[in-house]
């Protein structure tokens, strides 16, 4: 195998409750990459559509998330890379994430799958760490490994998948306005009270739980974050308006994604997340944002192959 193509999709990270450490994988949305091997060692990214993104691998997630794996396999070959983006930059639906995860599953296939997964991760969180400043795995993990994903500690890193219900769908809105990830990080509270913890506490586990149980009223009374919603929520134009939409026309649950603009909601089926698009879309066309909608089955499987040379 000399190139590869890919479709690396578009992430929900946070899920409400676990902040940081819970987050899914999507299906209808996601960015497409080439990477083929070159006989000069390096590193060079050749082609960006939809993003105003470096070329210089140094400065770009893909690039750094790159160079991470090919130092780990010994450099036996160099790279070319092309991205073609369909993820905003800054949409809160893992752009980013999707280039690092992208890149690392895309070299591993051409390296003959020397790596696993975990350790994908560990990659790509090389990347991310360019983008955000700091290295997380939240939106890198589930592209990766698909499905929901529970990041148990970073150092050292151990990724935990979950299982998906068969009936779960996603409706997400994204507002086209930028909510810098420093600036959502420096409005949260430097502490939370210890009966807050405990709330947030007990709604991780028994969300982990209702995935394992296929319980969506469990899944629903879980999907509750009293820590970091209220503050980030304020950030977000209509976001109570468009929350309120989706729990009253049947979302299992309802929050922000990753650290926003977007909006994401779990739903039972694809004809509530479908009626939950609607009502949404009837919020936001009353208002001069521009946005977009994406309706998506939960991707089990993460990073798909959609050609091989």
Known sequence: MKEIKIFSPATVANVSCGFDVLGFCLDTVGDVMTVRKTKAKGIAITKIEGA???????????????????DAADNPFGVEIEIYKNIKP???????????SGTVWAINELLGRPFNKQELTAFGMKGEALASGAEHADNVAPGIFGGFTLVKQLNPLKVVQLPTPSEMWATIIHPQI????????????????????IKQWANVGSFISGLYDEDYELISDSLIDNIVEPHRSQLIPYFDEVKKAMLDNGALGAGISGSGPS??????????????AEVINKVYESTEIEFDIYVSKINTSGVKVLNLK
């Open 52 to 70: 105003s993104l470096p070329y210089e691998p140094e400065n770009n997630v893909a690039g750094v998330a790159a160079k991470a794996i090919l």
């Open 90 to 100: 800054g949409s809160g639906v893992g752009s980013s994430s999707a280039s690092a």
């Open 178 to 197: 930028e909510v810098k990830t420093a600036e959502a990080r420096a409005i949260l509270p430097k502490e939370v009270s210890l009966q807050k913890a």
């Open 263 to 276: 909006i994401f909601s779990l739903c039972k089926g694809e004809a509530t997340a479908m009626k939950v």
